[in-house]
Protein backbone atom coordinates (compact mmCIF):
# COMPACT_ATOMS: atom_id res chain seq x y z
CA UNK A 1 0.00 0.00 0.00
CA UNK A 2 1.50 3.59 -1.04
CA UNK A 3 0.44 6.06 1.90
CA UNK A 4 2.31 9.27 1.11
CA UNK A 5 2.56 11.14 4.51
CA UNK A 6 5.43 12.92 4.73
CA UNK A 7 3.93 16.33 2.91
CA UNK A 8 3.52 20.30 3.69
CA UNK A 9 -0.12 20.44 2.99
CA UNK A 10 -0.36 17.43 5.93
CA UNK A 11 1.42 19.78 8.57
CA UNK A 12 -0.96 22.63 7.92
CA UNK A 13 -3.88 20.49 7.91
CA UNK A 14 -2.84 18.61 11.28
CA UNK A 15 -2.23 21.83 12.93
CA UNK A 16 -5.02 23.60 11.77
CA UNK A 17 -7.39 21.43 13.30
CA UNK A 18 -7.94 20.25 17.00
CA UNK A 19 -5.92 17.46 18.50
CA UNK A 20 -7.15 14.97 20.95
CA UNK A 21 -8.30 17.40 23.66
CA UNK A 22 -6.41 16.89 27.07
CA UNK A 23 -8.78 14.44 29.40
CA UNK A 24 -10.85 13.58 26.47
CA UNK A 25 -10.71 9.91 27.41
CA UNK A 26 -10.02 10.24 31.13
CA UNK A 27 -13.00 7.77 31.73
CA UNK A 28 -12.47 5.30 29.08
CA UNK A 29 -10.89 2.77 31.69
CA UNK A 30 -13.02 -0.07 31.59
CA UNK A 31 -12.22 -3.04 28.93
CA UNK A 32 -14.64 -5.18 26.94
CA UNK A 33 -18.51 -4.22 26.36
CA UNK A 34 -17.79 -1.38 29.74
CA UNK A 35 -15.20 0.45 27.63
CA UNK A 36 -18.05 0.30 24.89
CA UNK A 37 -20.55 2.18 26.57
CA UNK A 38 -18.10 4.71 28.58
CA UNK A 39 -16.81 5.47 25.02
CA UNK A 40 -20.47 6.13 23.81
CA UNK A 41 -20.87 8.38 27.04
CA UNK A 42 -17.96 10.63 25.61
CA UNK A 43 -18.66 10.92 22.13
CA UNK A 44 -22.78 11.11 21.64
CA UNK A 45 -24.56 14.23 21.82
CA UNK A 46 -22.51 15.78 18.97
CA UNK A 47 -23.35 18.77 17.33
CA UNK A 48 -25.47 17.86 14.05
CA UNK A 49 -25.07 19.95 10.83
CA UNK A 50 -27.64 18.95 8.84
CA UNK A 51 -27.35 16.90 5.81
CA UNK A 52 -26.42 19.43 3.69
CA UNK A 53 -24.05 20.63 6.17
CA UNK A 54 -21.70 17.58 4.80
CA UNK A 55 -20.38 19.03 1.89
CA UNK A 56 -19.36 22.11 3.72
CA UNK A 57 -17.50 19.47 6.25
CA UNK A 58 -15.92 18.00 3.08
CA UNK A 59 -14.16 20.53 2.54
CA UNK A 60 -11.94 20.35 5.57
CA UNK A 61 -12.36 16.24 5.97
CA UNK A 62 -11.94 14.72 2.64
CA UNK A 63 -9.17 16.77 0.73
CA UNK A 64 -6.51 14.66 -1.11
CA UNK A 65 -3.53 16.15 0.63
CA UNK A 66 -1.83 12.36 0.85
CA UNK A 67 -1.94 10.90 -2.48
CA UNK A 68 -1.36 13.29 -5.46
CA UNK A 69 -1.75 16.04 -3.39
CA UNK A 70 -3.79 18.32 -5.51
CA UNK A 71 -6.81 19.71 -3.03
CA UNK A 72 -9.01 17.49 -4.97
CA UNK A 73 -11.92 15.30 -3.11
CA UNK A 74 -10.60 12.30 -1.22
CA UNK A 75 -12.79 9.43 -2.42
CA UNK A 76 -12.35 5.96 -0.95
CA UNK A 77 -14.14 4.50 -4.23
CA UNK A 78 -11.98 6.37 -6.69
CA UNK A 79 -8.76 6.88 -5.74
CA UNK A 80 -5.67 5.08 -7.25
CA UNK A 81 -3.10 5.00 -4.10
CA UNK A 82 -0.75 3.53 -6.84
CA UNK A 83 -0.60 5.88 -9.61
CA UNK A 84 -3.28 8.31 -11.48
CA UNK A 85 -6.53 8.64 -10.24
CA UNK A 86 -9.35 7.72 -12.82
CA UNK A 87 -10.62 10.88 -12.33
CA UNK A 88 -11.12 13.55 -9.93
CA UNK A 89 -13.78 15.65 -7.95
CA UNK A 90 -12.96 19.44 -6.93
CA UNK A 91 -14.26 20.79 -3.67
CA UNK A 92 -16.97 22.62 -2.68
CA UNK A 93 -20.12 23.00 -4.91
CA UNK A 94 -19.00 21.36 -8.30
CA UNK A 95 -19.94 18.35 -9.58
CA UNK A 96 -22.35 17.07 -7.19
CA UNK A 97 -25.70 15.29 -8.27
CA UNK A 98 -27.90 12.71 -8.02
CA UNK A 99 -27.94 11.24 -11.27
CA UNK A 100 -24.97 9.44 -13.16
CA UNK A 101 -24.22 6.94 -15.39
CA UNK A 102 -20.60 6.11 -15.61
CA UNK A 103 -17.95 6.52 -13.15
CA UNK A 104 -16.71 10.21 -12.66
CA UNK A 105 -20.12 11.85 -13.59
CA UNK A 106 -20.60 13.54 -9.97
CA UNK A 107 -20.00 12.56 -6.58
CA UNK A 108 -22.48 12.26 -3.44
CA UNK A 109 -22.60 10.83 -0.03
CA UNK A 110 -22.15 7.55 0.37
CA UNK A 111 -23.60 6.39 3.99
CA UNK A 112 -21.12 3.46 5.19
CA UNK A 113 -24.19 1.78 7.07
CA UNK A 114 -27.16 2.45 4.88
CA UNK A 115 -29.36 5.21 5.73
CA UNK A 116 -32.50 3.07 5.15
CA UNK A 117 -31.06 0.86 8.40
CA UNK A 118 -31.98 4.25 10.38
CA UNK A 119 -35.13 5.17 8.18
CA UNK A 120 -33.01 8.31 7.48
CA UNK A 121 -33.39 9.56 10.82
CA UNK A 122 -31.51 12.21 12.52
CA UNK A 123 -28.58 12.72 13.76
CA UNK A 124 -27.19 9.40 12.06
CA UNK A 125 -28.06 10.38 8.65
CA UNK A 126 -25.72 13.85 8.62
CA UNK A 127 -23.13 12.06 10.95
CA UNK A 128 -19.82 12.97 9.06
CA UNK A 129 -17.53 10.31 10.93
CA UNK A 130 -19.37 7.11 8.69
CA UNK A 131 -20.61 9.67 5.45
CA UNK A 132 -17.94 9.89 2.78
CA UNK A 133 -17.54 11.90 -0.57
CA UNK A 134 -18.03 8.98 -2.99
CA UNK A 135 -18.37 8.34 -6.73
CA UNK A 136 -22.09 8.43 -7.35
CA UNK A 137 -21.76 5.09 -10.28
CA UNK A 138 -19.62 3.58 -7.39
CA UNK A 139 -22.13 4.58 -4.64
CA UNK A 140 -25.02 3.44 -6.72
CA UNK A 141 -23.63 -0.20 -7.54
CA UNK A 142 -22.47 -0.58 -3.76
CA UNK A 143 -26.15 0.35 -3.22
CA UNK A 144 -27.30 -1.00 0.37
CA UNK A 145 -24.87 -4.06 0.35
CA UNK A 146 -22.78 -5.06 3.56
CA UNK A 147 -19.26 -4.53 2.92
CA UNK A 148 -17.04 -8.02 3.12
CA UNK A 149 -14.53 -10.06 0.84
CA UNK A 150 -15.42 -10.90 -2.73
CA UNK A 151 -13.30 -13.39 -4.70
CA UNK A 152 -15.54 -14.03 -7.67
CA UNK A 153 -16.83 -9.99 -8.49
CA UNK A 154 -19.91 -9.40 -10.50
CA UNK A 155 -18.57 -5.89 -10.72
CA UNK A 156 -14.86 -3.51 -10.55
CA UNK A 157 -14.84 0.31 -10.27
CA UNK A 158 -12.27 1.71 -12.04
CA UNK A 159 -10.28 1.59 -8.77
CA UNK A 160 -10.88 -1.74 -7.73
CA UNK A 161 -13.61 -2.32 -5.64
CA UNK A 162 -15.29 -5.35 -6.11
CA UNK A 163 -18.94 -6.13 -5.95
CA UNK A 164 -20.15 -9.88 -5.66
CA UNK A 165 -20.91 -12.56 -3.19
CA UNK A 166 -18.64 -12.69 0.27
CA UNK A 167 -16.43 -15.05 -0.31
CA UNK A 168 -16.10 -15.94 3.96
CA UNK A 169 -17.92 -18.06 6.18
CA UNK A 170 -20.96 -17.09 7.92
CA UNK A 171 -22.55 -14.89 4.87
CA UNK A 172 -22.80 -15.87 0.88
CA UNK A 173 -25.05 -12.93 0.07
CA UNK A 174 -23.64 -9.60 -2.17
CA UNK A 175 -21.41 -7.54 -0.35
CA UNK A 176 -18.75 -4.75 -1.44
CA UNK A 177 -15.37 -5.12 -0.86
CA UNK A 178 -13.13 -1.81 -1.24
CA UNK A 179 -9.62 -1.42 -1.76
CA UNK A 180 -6.65 -2.51 0.45
CA UNK A 181 -5.73 0.65 1.17
CA UNK A 182 -9.52 1.78 2.95
CA UNK A 183 -10.23 -1.02 4.21
CA UNK A 184 -9.36 -0.56 7.74
CA UNK A 185 -10.83 2.99 7.43
CA UNK A 186 -14.23 1.75 6.62
CA UNK A 187 -13.95 -1.18 9.78
CA UNK A 188 -13.82 2.30 11.92
CA UNK A 189 -16.51 3.66 10.76
CA UNK A 190 -18.30 0.73 11.70
CA UNK A 191 -16.81 0.52 14.67
CA UNK A 192 -17.44 4.02 15.24
CA UNK A 193 -21.42 3.88 14.51
CA UNK A 194 -21.69 0.85 16.46
CA UNK A 195 -20.50 2.68 19.71
CA UNK A 196 -22.30 6.13 19.05
CA UNK A 197 -25.51 4.75 18.59
CA UNK A 198 -25.04 2.14 21.32
CA UNK A 199 -28.62 3.55 22.42
CA UNK A 200 -30.73 2.55 19.41
CA UNK A 201 -28.33 0.20 17.10
CA UNK A 202 -30.20 -2.71 19.06
CA UNK A 203 -33.41 -1.84 17.03
CA UNK A 204 -31.78 -2.01 13.26
CA UNK A 205 -32.22 -4.83 10.95
CA UNK A 206 -29.31 -5.18 8.98
CA UNK A 207 -27.69 -8.33 7.37
CA UNK A 208 -24.20 -7.14 9.15
CA UNK A 209 -25.86 -6.54 12.86
CA UNK A 210 -27.02 -9.61 15.18
CA UNK A 211 -29.80 -7.66 16.87
CA UNK A 212 -27.73 -6.59 20.22
CA UNK A 213 -26.19 -3.13 21.75
CA UNK A 214 -22.87 -4.68 22.72
CA UNK A 215 -21.66 -6.60 19.65
CA UNK A 216 -23.75 -5.67 17.47
CA UNK A 217 -22.32 -7.54 14.49
CA UNK A 218 -22.31 -10.85 13.75
CA UNK A 219 -19.51 -12.82 13.90
CA UNK A 220 -18.94 -13.54 10.50
CA UNK A 221 -18.78 -9.83 9.61
CA UNK A 222 -16.95 -9.03 13.31
CA UNK A 223 -13.99 -11.13 11.64
CA UNK A 224 -14.15 -9.31 8.02
CA UNK A 225 -13.94 -5.76 9.88
CA UNK A 226 -11.09 -7.24 12.44
CA UNK A 227 -9.18 -8.76 10.18
CA UNK A 228 -9.26 -5.10 8.13
CA UNK A 229 -8.94 -3.19 11.15
CA UNK A 230 -5.07 -4.96 11.59
CA UNK A 231 -4.33 -5.36 8.14
CA UNK A 232 -4.39 -1.75 7.41
CA UNK A 233 -2.88 0.42 10.64
CA UNK A 234 -4.54 3.69 11.40
CA UNK A 235 -3.08 6.38 8.82
CA UNK A 236 -1.95 10.49 8.77
CA UNK A 237 -5.33 10.55 6.56
CA UNK A 238 -7.62 9.04 9.00
CA UNK A 239 -6.21 11.42 11.93
CA UNK A 240 -6.61 14.30 10.11
CA UNK A 241 -10.23 13.83 8.74
CA UNK A 242 -10.98 12.89 12.57
CA UNK A 243 -9.91 16.14 13.61
CA UNK A 244 -11.63 17.84 10.67
CA UNK A 245 -14.91 16.16 11.81
CA UNK A 246 -13.94 17.15 15.62
CA UNK A 247 -13.66 20.65 14.40
CA UNK A 248 -17.39 20.41 13.02
CA UNK A 249 -19.48 18.22 14.90
CA UNK A 250 -17.29 17.95 18.88
CA UNK A 251 -16.90 14.76 18.74
CA UNK A 252 -14.33 12.00 17.66
CA UNK A 253 -13.99 8.03 16.58
CA UNK A 254 -12.19 6.62 19.07
CA UNK A 255 -10.89 4.12 17.14
CA UNK A 256 -8.44 6.56 15.21
CA UNK A 257 -7.70 8.18 18.24
CA UNK A 258 -6.58 4.36 20.09
CA UNK A 259 -6.89 1.71 17.89
CA UNK A 260 -5.84 -0.56 20.59
CA UNK A 261 -9.75 0.06 21.67
CA UNK A 262 -10.96 -2.24 18.81
CA UNK A 263 -9.28 -5.61 20.32
CA UNK A 264 -9.87 -4.59 23.89
CA UNK A 265 -13.71 -4.45 23.52
CA UNK A 266 -14.30 -6.86 20.48
CA UNK A 267 -11.50 -9.08 20.85
CA UNK A 268 -9.89 -9.02 24.19
CA UNK A 269 -7.74 -12.08 24.12
CA UNK A 270 -6.24 -10.75 20.95
CA UNK A 271 -2.39 -9.12 21.48
CA UNK A 272 -2.95 -6.33 23.90
CA UNK A 273 0.97 -6.10 24.53
CA UNK A 274 2.36 -2.54 23.42
CA UNK A 275 5.69 -2.83 21.61
CA UNK A 276 8.86 -1.24 23.53
CA UNK A 277 9.69 2.16 22.86
CA UNK A 278 12.44 2.77 20.15
CA UNK A 279 15.68 4.32 21.12
CA UNK A 280 18.82 6.51 20.00
CA UNK A 281 16.58 8.66 18.17
CA UNK A 282 19.00 11.04 16.45
CA UNK A 283 19.32 13.23 13.17
CA UNK A 284 21.43 12.15 10.01
CA UNK A 285 20.91 14.92 8.01
CA UNK A 286 18.90 17.89 7.67
CA UNK A 287 17.93 21.08 5.25
CA UNK A 288 16.31 23.97 5.43
CA UNK A 289 13.47 22.52 5.09
CA UNK A 290 13.63 18.98 5.96
CA UNK A 291 15.08 16.88 8.54
CA UNK A 292 16.13 13.21 8.59
CA UNK A 293 16.18 11.19 11.76
CA UNK A 294 16.58 7.46 12.51
CA UNK A 295 16.53 5.34 15.40
CA UNK A 296 17.03 1.87 16.93
CA UNK A 297 14.19 -0.99 16.50
CA UNK A 298 11.65 -1.80 19.06
CA UNK A 299 10.60 -5.08 19.98
CA UNK A 300 7.31 -6.75 20.44
CA UNK A 301 5.67 -10.27 21.53
CA UNK A 302 4.01 -10.38 17.98
CA UNK A 303 5.90 -7.87 15.60
CA UNK A 304 6.00 -4.20 15.01
CA UNK A 305 4.14 -2.69 11.97
CA UNK A 306 5.41 0.61 11.66
CA UNK A 307 6.58 3.65 13.19
CA UNK A 308 4.90 7.20 13.76
CA UNK A 309 6.98 10.08 13.52
CA UNK A 310 6.09 13.28 15.17
CA UNK A 311 7.08 16.92 14.90
CA UNK A 312 6.19 19.25 17.86
CA UNK A 313 3.31 16.81 19.12
CA UNK A 314 2.25 16.25 15.29
CA UNK A 315 1.85 13.58 13.50
CA UNK A 316 4.21 13.75 10.14
CA UNK A 317 4.43 10.58 8.75
CA UNK A 318 4.39 6.48 9.17
CA UNK A 319 7.35 4.41 8.36
CA UNK A 320 8.10 0.84 8.12
CA UNK A 321 11.62 1.39 8.37
CA UNK A 322 14.19 2.40 11.03
CA UNK A 323 14.53 6.47 9.44
CA UNK A 324 12.07 8.72 8.29
CA UNK A 325 11.93 12.51 6.47
CA UNK A 326 10.15 15.28 7.57
CA UNK A 327 9.27 17.73 5.68
CA UNK A 328 7.77 21.10 4.25
CA UNK A 329 9.97 22.78 7.70
CA UNK A 330 10.73 26.63 8.32
CA UNK A 331 14.32 27.65 8.45
CA UNK A 332 16.37 28.24 11.02
CA UNK A 333 13.76 26.72 13.49
CA UNK A 334 13.93 24.58 16.21
CA UNK A 335 11.73 20.92 16.27
CA UNK A 336 11.07 18.68 18.54
CA UNK A 337 11.15 15.09 16.82
CA UNK A 338 10.18 11.45 18.66
CA UNK A 339 9.15 8.35 17.52
CA UNK A 340 6.49 5.43 18.70
CA UNK A 341 5.91 2.30 17.45
CA UNK A 342 2.72 -0.08 16.54
CA UNK A 343 1.97 -3.44 16.29
CA UNK A 344 -1.19 -4.79 14.04
CA UNK A 345 -3.78 -5.09 17.39
CA UNK A 346 -3.34 -1.43 16.99
CA UNK A 347 -1.04 -1.19 20.37
CA UNK A 348 1.26 2.01 20.63
CA UNK A 349 4.60 2.26 22.34
CA UNK A 350 5.85 4.71 24.61
CA UNK A 351 7.53 7.51 23.11
CA UNK A 352 11.29 7.26 21.92
CA UNK A 353 13.87 10.13 23.20
CA UNK A 354 12.83 13.50 21.93
CA UNK A 355 15.58 15.31 20.08
CA UNK A 356 15.35 19.05 18.97
CA UNK A 357 16.95 19.96 15.74
CA UNK A 358 16.74 23.09 14.04
CA UNK A 359 16.60 23.60 10.14
CA UNK A 360 19.57 24.91 8.33
CA UNK A 361 19.32 28.69 7.23
CA UNK A 362 17.42 29.28 4.07
CA UNK A 363 20.89 31.41 3.19
CA UNK A 364 23.46 28.65 3.54
CA UNK A 365 26.27 29.49 0.89
CA UNK A 366 26.62 25.85 0.14
CA UNK A 367 30.43 25.30 1.20
CA UNK A 368 29.89 23.19 4.19
CA UNK A 369 28.32 19.54 3.33
CA UNK A 370 26.11 18.24 6.24
CA UNK A 371 27.30 14.70 5.40
CA UNK A 372 29.32 12.71 3.05
CA UNK A 373 27.38 12.12 -0.48
CA UNK A 374 27.97 10.97 -3.88
CA UNK A 375 29.50 13.78 -5.97
CA UNK A 376 30.09 11.59 -9.22
CA UNK A 377 29.00 8.56 -11.15
CA UNK A 378 29.57 7.17 -14.07
CA UNK A 379 27.47 4.77 -16.01
CA UNK A 380 29.98 3.98 -19.25
CA UNK A 381 29.95 1.75 -21.99
CA UNK A 382 31.22 -1.90 -21.01
CA UNK A 383 32.43 -1.69 -17.38
CA UNK A 384 33.24 1.99 -17.00
CA UNK A 385 31.40 2.11 -14.07
CA UNK A 386 32.31 4.49 -10.97
CA UNK A 387 31.20 6.30 -8.08
CA UNK A 388 32.99 9.05 -6.35
CA UNK A 389 32.00 10.17 -2.79
CA UNK A 390 32.88 13.89 -1.18
CA UNK A 391 33.75 14.94 1.94
CA UNK A 392 33.29 18.47 2.39
CA UNK A 393 31.89 18.61 6.48
CA UNK A 394 35.17 20.88 7.42
CA UNK A 395 36.21 17.50 9.21
CA UNK A 396 37.65 14.54 8.70
CA UNK A 397 34.91 11.09 8.03
CA UNK A 398 35.85 7.79 9.51
CA UNK A 399 34.49 5.52 6.66
CA UNK A 400 34.06 2.52 8.41
CA UNK A 401 30.24 3.36 9.26
CA UNK A 402 29.33 3.80 5.40
CA UNK A 403 28.55 1.17 2.88
CA UNK A 404 27.51 1.19 -0.88
CA UNK A 405 24.37 -0.56 -1.87
CA UNK A 406 22.60 -1.53 -5.18
CA UNK A 407 18.94 -2.29 -6.13
CA UNK A 408 19.28 -4.62 -9.23
CA UNK A 409 16.37 -3.12 -12.04
CA UNK A 410 14.39 -1.44 -9.51
CA UNK A 411 13.10 -4.13 -7.49
CA UNK A 412 13.99 -6.62 -4.61
CA UNK A 413 15.99 -5.64 -1.92
CA UNK A 414 19.28 -4.28 -1.18
CA UNK A 415 22.43 -5.71 -2.18
CA UNK A 416 24.69 -7.12 0.78
CA UNK A 417 26.70 -3.84 0.48
CA UNK A 418 30.48 -2.77 -0.37
CA UNK A 419 31.84 -1.68 3.49
CA UNK A 420 34.54 1.35 3.12
CA UNK A 421 37.17 1.76 5.38
CA UNK A 422 39.89 4.93 6.13
CA UNK A 423 38.80 8.30 6.57
CA UNK A 424 38.78 10.58 4.64
CA UNK A 425 40.04 13.94 4.67
CA UNK A 426 38.15 16.93 4.50
CA UNK A 427 38.00 18.35 0.99
CA UNK A 428 38.78 14.80 -0.31
CA UNK A 429 37.10 12.29 -2.55
CA UNK A 430 36.96 8.73 -2.55
CA UNK A 431 36.63 7.07 -5.91
CA UNK A 432 35.07 3.32 -6.26
CA UNK A 433 35.43 1.74 -10.00
CA UNK A 434 34.86 -1.39 -11.72
CA UNK A 435 37.94 -2.98 -11.68
CA UNK A 436 37.32 -3.57 -15.55
CA UNK A 437 37.57 -0.30 -15.96
CA UNK A 438 39.16 1.14 -19.44
CA UNK A 439 42.08 2.67 -18.53
CA UNK A 440 41.71 4.94 -21.17
CA UNK A 441 38.43 6.34 -18.95
CA UNK A 442 40.40 5.82 -15.89
CA UNK A 443 43.08 4.45 -14.55
CA UNK A 444 42.06 1.91 -12.14
CA UNK A 445 45.10 1.60 -10.01
CA UNK A 446 44.22 5.51 -9.02
CA UNK A 447 41.21 4.36 -6.94
CA UNK A 448 40.25 3.68 -3.40
CA UNK A 449 39.09 0.50 -4.43
CA UNK A 450 39.04 -1.68 -7.74
CA UNK A 451 36.77 -4.36 -7.59
CA UNK A 452 33.99 -6.29 -9.49
CA UNK A 453 31.31 -6.77 -6.62
CA UNK A 454 27.90 -6.20 -7.65
CA UNK A 455 27.67 -2.76 -6.36
CA UNK A 456 30.32 -1.69 -9.57
CA UNK A 457 28.07 -3.81 -11.91
CA UNK A 458 25.32 -1.15 -11.81
CA UNK A 459 23.24 -0.40 -15.03
CA UNK A 460 20.98 2.96 -15.63
CA UNK A 461 18.03 1.37 -13.91
CA UNK A 462 19.85 -0.05 -11.08
CA UNK A 463 19.28 2.42 -7.83
CA UNK A 464 22.61 2.70 -5.49
CA UNK A 465 22.88 3.66 -1.95
CA UNK A 466 24.88 5.79 0.34
CA UNK A 467 24.50 4.13 3.86
CA UNK A 468 25.56 5.07 7.40
CA UNK A 469 25.07 2.62 10.08
CA UNK A 470 23.42 0.89 8.11
CA UNK A 471 20.43 3.74 7.34
CA UNK A 472 19.93 4.85 3.62
CA UNK A 473 21.24 8.60 3.63
CA UNK A 474 22.17 9.00 -0.06
CA UNK A 475 20.62 7.99 -3.34
CA UNK A 476 21.25 7.75 -7.14
CA UNK A 477 17.79 6.49 -8.67
CA UNK A 478 14.61 5.87 -7.38
CA UNK A 479 14.14 2.54 -4.78
CA UNK A 480 11.48 0.00 -6.13
CA UNK A 481 11.52 2.29 -9.27
CA UNK A 482 10.80 -0.11 -11.78
CA UNK A 483 13.08 -1.37 -15.09
CA UNK A 484 13.26 1.95 -16.52
CA UNK A 485 16.59 3.51 -16.92
CA UNK A 486 16.83 7.19 -15.45
CA UNK A 487 21.11 7.62 -16.06
CA UNK A 488 22.24 4.96 -18.75
CA UNK A 489 25.84 5.97 -20.67
CA UNK A 490 25.82 9.40 -19.00
CA UNK A 491 28.36 10.84 -16.40
CA UNK A 492 26.14 12.73 -13.81
CA UNK A 493 27.77 14.80 -11.08
CA UNK A 494 26.25 16.65 -8.07
CA UNK A 495 25.28 20.24 -8.49
CA UNK A 496 27.79 22.51 -6.21
CA UNK A 497 24.33 24.08 -4.72
CA UNK A 498 23.77 20.57 -3.27
CA UNK A 499 24.94 20.22 0.24
CA UNK A 500 23.08 17.95 1.38
CA UNK A 501 23.20 14.11 1.31
CA UNK A 502 18.97 13.09 0.50
CA UNK A 503 17.51 9.77 0.14
CA UNK A 504 14.95 10.84 -2.98
CA UNK A 505 16.83 11.77 -6.36
CA UNK A 506 16.01 14.26 -8.17
CA UNK A 507 18.02 14.48 -11.82
CA UNK A 508 17.73 17.57 -12.78
CA UNK A 509 17.86 19.67 -9.57
CA UNK A 510 20.57 17.66 -7.87
CA UNK A 511 23.24 16.78 -10.94
CA UNK A 512 24.94 18.01 -14.11
CA UNK A 513 24.89 15.15 -16.86
CA UNK A 514 27.72 14.62 -19.38
CA UNK A 515 28.43 12.81 -21.82
CA UNK A 516 28.95 8.57 -22.14
CA UNK A 517 32.57 8.02 -20.35
CA UNK A 518 33.32 11.64 -19.48
CA UNK A 519 35.86 10.58 -16.96
CA UNK A 520 38.08 13.53 -16.24
CA UNK A 521 36.86 15.02 -13.11
CA UNK A 522 36.79 11.73 -11.20
CA UNK A 523 38.76 12.02 -8.26
CA UNK A 524 39.31 15.34 -8.48
CA UNK A 525 40.31 17.49 -5.40
CA UNK A 526 37.97 19.63 -3.81
CA UNK A 527 38.98 22.67 -3.08
CA UNK A 528 39.55 23.12 0.31
CA UNK A 529 38.57 26.89 2.43
CA UNK A 530 41.74 27.22 3.86
CA UNK A 531 43.33 27.24 0.34
CA UNK A 532 40.94 29.33 -0.85
CA UNK A 533 41.85 32.28 1.66
CA UNK A 534 45.57 32.33 0.86
CA UNK A 535 44.62 32.34 -2.49
CA UNK A 536 42.33 34.84 -2.46
CA UNK A 537 44.79 37.12 -0.45
CA UNK A 538 47.68 36.36 -3.62
CA UNK A 539 45.08 37.02 -6.29
CA UNK A 540 45.18 40.70 -5.00
CA UNK A 541 48.65 41.71 -4.85
CA UNK A 542 47.75 40.51 -8.75
CA UNK A 543 45.04 42.93 -9.26
CA UNK A 544 42.27 40.90 -10.01
CA UNK A 545 38.90 41.96 -9.22
CA UNK A 546 35.61 40.26 -9.00
CA UNK A 547 32.45 42.65 -8.70
CA UNK A 548 30.06 42.67 -7.43
CA UNK A 549 31.37 39.86 -4.64
CA UNK A 550 28.75 38.18 -3.18
CA UNK A 551 26.67 38.20 -6.65
CA UNK A 552 23.48 37.35 -7.81
CA UNK A 553 24.59 35.06 -10.74
CA UNK A 554 26.16 37.60 -12.57
CA UNK A 555 29.43 39.50 -12.44
CA UNK A 556 32.56 40.93 -13.79
CA UNK A 557 36.43 39.77 -13.77
CA UNK A 558 38.76 42.58 -14.16
CA UNK A 559 42.48 41.79 -14.30
CA UNK A 560 45.10 44.52 -14.86
CA UNK A 561 47.02 42.27 -17.00
CA UNK A 562 48.31 43.82 -20.64
CA UNK A 563 51.32 41.95 -21.45
CA UNK A 564 50.25 38.70 -22.87
CA UNK A 565 46.66 36.83 -23.09
CA UNK A 566 45.23 34.83 -20.30
CA UNK A 567 42.16 32.14 -19.72
CA UNK A 568 39.32 32.19 -16.84
CA UNK A 569 38.26 28.46 -14.74
CA UNK A 570 35.52 28.85 -12.87
CA UNK A 571 35.38 25.68 -10.52
CA UNK A 572 32.54 24.58 -8.41
CA UNK A 573 33.49 23.95 -4.51
CA UNK A 574 33.58 20.26 -5.35
CA UNK A 575 35.95 20.42 -7.73
CA UNK A 576 33.76 20.28 -10.89
CA UNK A 577 34.49 22.67 -14.21
CA UNK A 578 31.66 25.27 -14.73
CA UNK A 579 33.35 27.91 -17.07
CA UNK A 580 36.48 27.88 -19.52
CA UNK A 581 37.36 30.42 -21.55
CA UNK A 582 40.90 30.92 -23.04
CA UNK A 583 43.15 33.55 -24.73
CA UNK A 584 41.32 36.39 -23.37
CA UNK A 585 43.20 39.92 -24.27
CA UNK A 586 40.72 42.20 -22.77
CA UNK A 587 40.94 43.50 -19.28
CA UNK A 588 37.41 42.94 -18.30
CA UNK A 589 35.51 40.07 -18.66
CA UNK A 590 31.56 39.39 -17.74
CA UNK A 591 30.33 36.06 -16.17
CA UNK A 592 26.48 35.24 -16.31
CA UNK A 593 24.08 33.00 -14.77
CA UNK A 594 26.18 31.13 -12.76
CA UNK A 595 23.72 29.44 -9.98
CA UNK A 596 24.15 29.69 -6.22
CA UNK A 597 26.90 28.39 -4.45
CA UNK A 598 30.94 28.89 -3.60
CA UNK A 599 33.11 28.90 -6.88
CA UNK A 600 36.73 29.35 -7.51
CA UNK A 601 37.94 31.89 -10.25
CA UNK A 602 41.17 30.59 -11.54
CA UNK A 603 43.19 33.02 -14.04
CA UNK A 604 46.09 31.82 -16.40
CA UNK A 605 49.10 33.96 -17.83
CA UNK A 606 51.75 31.89 -18.88
CA UNK A 607 53.45 29.51 -16.15
CA UNK A 608 51.30 31.76 -13.60
CA UNK A 609 48.28 30.88 -12.10
CA UNK A 610 46.25 33.07 -9.81
CA UNK A 611 42.71 31.96 -7.71
CA UNK A 612 40.01 34.09 -5.98
CA UNK A 613 36.71 33.05 -4.59
CA UNK A 614 33.47 34.57 -5.74
CA UNK A 615 30.20 33.94 -3.15
CA UNK A 616 26.68 33.55 -6.05
CA UNK A 617 23.79 34.16 -3.60
Known sequence: MKKLYTLLLLFVVTATFSQIPSGYYSTATGTGYT????????????????????????????????????GTVLDMYSE???????????????????????????????????????????????????????????????????????????????NGG??????????????????????????????????????T???YTYAMFDGSSNKVFTTAFLNILLAWNAQDPVSAREIARNNAIYARQNNRNPYIDHPEYVNQIWNPSADTQAPTAPTSLASTTKTATSITVAWNASTDNVGVTGYNVY?????????????????????????????????????????????????????????????LLFSEYIEGSGNNKALEI???????????VYTVKKQTNGAGAWSTGLALSGTLATGSKFTIVNSSMASSCYPTSSANISTTATELTFNGN?????????????????????????????????KSTVTAPSTTFNLASQWDSFTTDTCSNLGAKLVKNTTLETEETLADSKGIILYPNPSNGNFSIYFNNTEAPYSIEIISILGQKI?????????????????????????????ENFSKKILIN
Open 311 to 371: SNGVLKTTVTGLTATITGLTASTSYNINVSAKDAAGNTSALSNTIAVTTNSSGGTGGTATD
Open 390 to 400: ANNTGASVSLS
Open 462 to 494: DAVGLFKNGVLIDIIGTFNGGTANFAVDVTLRR
Open 162 to 199: KLGPNSTSGYSGTVFEPINEFKGDIARMYFYFATRYEN
Open 35 to 70: LKTQLYNIIKGHTDNGYAGLYTTYQTSDVDNFYEND
Open 201 to 203: VAG
Open 80 to 158: NPAGTDPYNYSTGSTQRCGNYSVEGDCYNREHIIPQSVFNEQSPMVADAHFITPTDGKVNGMRSNYPHGVVSTPTYISQ
Open 579 to 607: FEKSNIKDSLSTINNLPKGIYIVRISKGS
